[in-house]
């Protein structure tokens, strides 16, 4: 890991330096709005945030495998730690953020970083989106100032809680966060450089402060002072009790946290022609989530807006992410007693617009549109996210995947009877050549193109099994079966074996280097028998002859083979083809 470690900073400069420095800097002010944001959206204390984004994020440079991942919380983690908060309390999101950690870890070090990326893209899509109207949402009352709001888990008791305080609605909060709003939105279109957010925040809680001081409920009035200490370093009271309650909601952040971690990487990569290392990632989320909890920190990801912010500002390794951490505990020890005094009002549009942000309208818009397949599985994950829960979305969109995945795979796989055509210089074999009138009653030939598995292999059966009841040899066209599974391997050697103990004989062409490695080691190559494997279908269709009741080809009304034809016609000539 040492090792590792150096080498990310191989061939670094004082100029290199300046440029993180720089970065650094930019990223821990655009890190500090957000880090409070949401903390207090995930139901604990602004000051939580900060530890978060201070202590992960220097942890997540060091030890994580991309060099512009800047981690702390996140938007994707709010519903999730809001609700375990709320079912399980402060304490216990602590042990559950460490033992997510763990597992962070152990996914990294079992190698299992590039198994995230099998995840579909509608359902990732669809539970970002989830997750951004849950924020989006929950974020009104602040905005519209609500008091004696009671928070809930589920996003449609939290609309009711709205409904029933409607009344108590405060002027004077809607006008700090509307201009809050609109220097989020206008900074970044006059200031390119300028962080919005920050902007915004800084000018409605002076605006808030001189005009009308005490209208409106601020993180002060709310959650107390904000300590402008280090945090204390406190072991949670970690039980056997607690580790089996928690397990659940501690694989949950595990799993969307690597995925978030993962998906910031990629988006860093295509940033700049990099390749980050997902397992040592892993690892380094872990690290990150095992030791913050210990400072009172919620758990963390990598950020995508603060990792792509990283790389525009220019900068050239892990260094910058160091620097952002140690500039947001700077800022922490510094301006902690003013932070106390913005207006939650001023927080809610920050957090609006990240949710608007993170929902990826246009992909969602665009997998909808396709009205495939993909698009149920968007909007059923979707709508599960929000009405029910992350974790049952994320299930439900997975097995929803992996069964239409299933079905339209099972469709690819097409078996087809053919002969050879007569009419063609090379006499090859074609399916439109048979018919009732044109077809041989002892040699049949098939065609197989497509994967042979769980969710083709009863198709296979069905297409070969009854038609080859009497012929005496079946010939399998295996040239264009790129895999087969357990299940496939099941089906096809019953009708291997059925077909012996009928007395026939058993014919594989063209069969890839795969397959036969497959056959092989599940035994059906041997009983097949290695004599019955031929490259070319001519060269089986020759073989086949030997096995024929000549007897049955004189005469026979449909002359399927120019062999047959020849049999008819001629005693001697059978003879001599037969031998």
């Known amino acids: 890991m040492k090792s590792l470690i ?29 880090a409070m944001s949401f903390a207090i959206a995930s139901g604990v204390k602004p000051e939580y945030g900060i530890y978060t984004a201070c202590i ?10 991309s060099k512009y991942q800047i981690g702390g919380p996140t938007g994707a983690f709010v519903p999730i730690l809001l609700g375990i908060v709320l079912t399980y309390g402060y304490e216990n999101l602590l042990i559950a953020g460490l033992m997510a950690g763990i597992m962070l870890c152990l996914m990294g070090i079992f190698k299992l970083g590039s198994l995230i990326k099998f995840i579909p893209r509608p359902v990732t899509v669809g539970f970002t989106a989830g997750i951004a109207v849950i924020i989006f949402t929950g974020q009104i009352a602040n905005f519209l100032g609500l ?18 305080h409607i009344g108590t609605t405060n002027f004077y909060s809607i006008v700090t966060a509307i201009i809050c709003l609109v220097f989020i939105l206008l900074t970044p279109k006059v200031l390119p450089k300028v962080p919005g957010a920050l902007v915004g925040i800084v000018v409605s809680t002076l605006i808030a402060t001189f005009f009308f001081s005490g209208q409106v409920a601020t993180i ?34 595990a799993m969307l946290g690597g995925i978030e971690s993962l998906l910031s990487a990629v988006v860093a990569d295509g940033m700049t022609n990099s390749k980050h290392h997902s397992n040592r990632e892993l690892v380094g989320q872990g690290i990150a989530n095992i030791v913050t909890p210990l400072f009172g920190g ?36 510094l301006l902690a007693p003013y932070a106390s005094h913005i207006p939650l009002a001023s927080m809610a549009p920050v957090l609006m617009v990240v949710a608007w942000n993170m929902s990826e309208q246009k992909h969602f818009a665009h997998i909808v549109k396709l009205k495939s397949g993909d698009s149920l599985v968007l909007i059923i994950t979707f709508l ?10 994320v299930e439900v969109g997975l097995v929803l995947a992996v069964v239409l995945f299933a079905k339209r795979m099972s469709e690819k796989l097409v078996v087809t009877k053919v002969l050879p055509d007569h009419s063609l210089k090379h006499e090859k074999v074609q399916s439109h050549v048979v018919h009732q009138q044109h077809d041989c009653p002892q040699i049949s030939i098939y065609t197989i193109e497509g994967p042979l598995f769980f969710g083709a292999a009863s198709t296979f059966e069905q297409a070969i099994a009854a038609p080859t009841h009497q012929s005496k040899v079946l010939i ?7 895999f087969m599974d357990s299940t496939g391997e099941t089906y096809f050697g019953s009708i291997i074996r059925n077909f012996k103990t009928q007395g026939g004989t058993i014919l594989i062409t063209g069969l890839q280097d795969e397959m036969k490695v497959a056959l092989q080691h599940n035994g059906l190559y041997d009983e097949i028998g290695e004599a019955h494997f031929y490259p070319h279908t001519g060269e089986a269709i020759n073989e086949a002859f030997r096995y024929l009741d000549t007897n049955k080809c004189i005469g026979c009304k449909h002359f399927a083979f120019r062999e047959c034809q020849e049999l008819s016609q001629s005693k001697e000539k059978r003879d001599l083809i037969v031998q």
């Open 147 to 164: 008091t004696n709001m009671t928070r809930h888990e589920y996003f449609i008791a939290n609309l009711k809680e709205i409904v029933m």
């Open 476 to 482: 399998l066209r295996m040239g264009k079966v790129p």
């Open 298 to 333: 919620i758990p963390a990801t990598g950020a995508i807006a603060r990792t792509a912010t990283n790389i525009k500002t220019g900068a050239v390794s892990p260094m910058s992410g160091i620097i952002h951490g140690v500039f947001v505990l700077l800022t922490l020890l």
């Open 6 to 34: 150096i080498g990310r900073f191989e061939g670094y400069s004082v100029h290199h330096f300046k440029k993180d420095l720089l970065s650094g800097i930019i990223v821990g002010i655009v890190a500090i709005p957000l």
């Open 56 to 65: 992960a994020g220097i942890l997540i440079s060091i030890f994580g495998g």
């Open 220 to 253: 002060a009035t709310a959650y107390g002072q904000i300590p402008s200490t280090l945090p204390d370093f406190a072991i949670p009271d970690i039980t056997l009790e607690r580790i089996q309650l928690l397990i659940g909601p501690a694989f949950v952040i």
């Open 384 to 393: 599960l996210t929000v009405f029910t829960s992350l974790t049952l979305a």
